[in-house]
């Protein structure tokens, strides 16, 4: 089957007017004026996520500016097709999905292997274990039992990208196992598909400085066109490669083919492909590769050599981005504990006053050292900033801002635990109430301690969870009120000590709304009231006491 990636309309996208279509690579300003494409539309948003970083690939690739003067022209006035067309027509030998020669992120020998089921590539599909054990009651084997070259590519795509560990040999994605990804999304004018690709491309000379570009022959860009290296470092290849990595050693069945429904897309097509292989020793990207479109965790971790765990690509974690993590994934975390994707470091150097932009951030959430996934999440955030100058003040301000909401929703989850399991006790000597719980054999003395004890004991409990989630999510809608004010109030050298006493009455408020809401949906025969109004009090005065306003600032 010949099917080149250039060449195909093959990717889904969105046009202004609401019309849907399929497209290749190079048309993605077509129609720009009139009816411009401004988004992709995958039957899978996994699969946009792929894809995006394709296309900004393919454009990093082959189109990068040369400084920021052209970066900025081309992102008010974009490319024609004709251009575009011109620069991926120069990789265009790499981008076959079939034929004799090499195909696309598939491994270049045709190994002998039993084939498996085409559901197989698709992240989140039934597994072989699950199967055997008779226990996929929520995701259905065979659901998928064919897709199409368009549909295929994408869920080839999604797994070179996002691999997570799949046994001995199966080697997880150049950032790990479910990396996050954040891009960098405009708004008003920049919210075409070709501004969201644009955006998130590195200036030529700045691409350049990863990995080894020296290394520039076509296979260490595109590893496919070559046997499959087991391991490489940043130093073995081209920083192209960022994009194009092969992890996996997986081949298509194209030999033979289909006529019928896409069981992804829906669509009828005369190439369904419905099987895969797939082999182990594929190639392990050692750390450190910094893509640069992903936050790093530059922590040094109990139990790993420190060569290993430096500058590991932050991955997705339980319950998605928010406000909380905006530390580490706009700003700089003033703990130096992560560090934002370069990409975004390069948005706050180009960006002016008049933009406005959000920040996408995306990722699988997997088990970890597994390969079952618990969540697809897809987030949007604002991003506010401010001259470089006050960047220090900025970043200090923010910490502040999410300490205390962590504190706060701390102490929420403590004054449950309290309802729940506590007893209290009268302490004579201090003259104070002591809290003991059923299910914690020993508090430590210090009371910082045993509050640690306390919360990393309601951790694993989904109900925290849940109440987590819904405390930041309440109180995020205002974290951006507050930090648009203090940001006015950094620019004209104002102190904004009104917005950190705002701050701590809603996130006051809040916990208490939480503590009430969780009380009343609890049964009744769980509940003892004297325990209840008494860890309701403790809650509302440790919120409003010395330590939190010490944390804003407050006297």
């Known amino acids: 089957m010949q099917f080149n990636l250039i060449d195909e309309e093959w990717i889904?996208?969105?046009?202004r007017d609401g019309t849907e279509t399929r497209i290749t690579p190079w048309q993605v300003t077509d129609g720009f004026a009139e009816n411009p494409i401004v988004s992709l539309n995958a039957p899978r948003p996994d699969f946009n996520g792929a894809l995006?970083?394709?296309l900004i690939g393919l454009v990093q690739t082959t189109f990068?500016?040369?400084?920021?003067?052209?970066?900025?022209?081309k992102l008010r006035t974009p490319p024609s097709t004709d251009q575009l067309k011109t620069a991926f027509m120069t990789v265009h030998n790499a981008f076959e999905l079939g034929g004799d020669g090499p195909r696309f992120m598939q491994d270049h020998e045709d190994f002998k292997q039993t084939s498996k089921p085409i559901d197989w590539l698709l992240i989140g599909a039934a597994t072989k274990n699950t199967i055997a054990e008779n226990i996929d009651h929520f995701i259905k084997r065979s659901m998928v039992s064919n897709m199409c070259p368009s549909c295929c590519t994408m869920a080839l795509l999604t797994m070179q990208t996002n691999a997570p560990g799949g046994g001995q040999g199966y080697r997880t994605s150049l950032r790990g196992g479910g990396p996050l990804t954040t891009l960098i999304i405009g708004d008003k004018n920049f919210d075409t598909l070709w501004h969201t690709m644009w955006l998130n491309v590195l200036e030529s000379k700045i691409f350049l400085t990863f990995c080894n570009s020296k290394r520039s022959s076509d296979s260490n860009k595109f590893p496919w066109l070559a046997k499959t290296k087991t391991s490489v470092t940043e130093q073995d290849i081209h920083p192209a490669q960022y994009f194009w990595a092969m992890p996996r050693r997986i081949r298509l069945g194209l030999e033979k083919s289909e006529s019928g429904l896409c069981d992804v897309c829906a669509l009828p097509s005369n190439s369904l492909i419905t099987a895969c292989k797939e082999v182990n020793k594929g190639t392990e990207y050692r750390s450190p590769m910094k893509h640069p479109l992903s936050p790093f965790d530059t922590r040094i971790k109990k139990n790993q050599k420190e060569e290993a765990a430096?500058?590991?690509?932050?991955?997705t974690q339980s319950g998605g981005v928010s406000y909380r993590h905006w530390l580490g994934i706009v700003v700089n975390d003033t703990d130096g504990r992560i560090e934002p994707a370069r990409i975004v470091h390069e948005f706050i150097e180009r960006q002016q006053s008049d933009w406005q932009f959000r920040l996408w951030a995306f990722g699988y959430d997997f088990v970890p050292g597994q390969s079952k996934a618990r969540c697809w999440y897809d987030s949007k955030i604002p991003l506010i900033t401010v001259e470089h100058e006050h960047i220090s003040d900025y970043e200090n301000k923010i910490a502040t801002l999410i300490k205390a909401a962590n504190i706060i929703c701390g102490n929420l989850k403590i004054a449950i635990k309290k309802v729940l399991h506590g007893i209290p006790e009268y302490d004579a000597i201090t003259r104070q109430?002591?809290?003991k719980y059923q299910d914690i054999k020993r508090l430590d003395a210090d009371d910082?301690?045993?509050?640690?004890?306390?919360?990393t004991s309601v951790r694993t409990i989904s109900a925290f969870t849940a109440i987590e989630a819904s405390f930041w999510q309440t109180t995020e809608a205002f974290f951006y009120s507050v930090l648009l004010n203090l940001s006015h109030c950094i620019r004209d050298n104002k102190g904004g000590s009104e917005f950190f006493e705002q701050w701590q009455h809603a996130l006051c408020t809040e916990a208490l709304k939480q503590f009430d809401s969780y009380i009343l949906s609890a049964p009744i025969e769980d509940m003892k009231i004297k325990h209840v109004a008494l860890a309701q009090k403790e809650l509302n005065n440790f919120n409003r006491g010395t330590r939190v306003r010490k944390i804003l600032g407050l006297s």
């Open 12 to 15: 889904p996208v969105k046009r």
């Open 52 to 54: 995006i970083q394709f």
């Open 64 to 73: 990068a500016p040369a400084n920021r003067i052209e970066w900025k022209h």
């Open 310 to 315: 430096r500058n590991k690509a932050l991955l």
């Open 433 to 435: 109430i002591k809290w």
């Open 448 to 455: 910082e301690m045993a509050r640690e004890r306390v919360l």
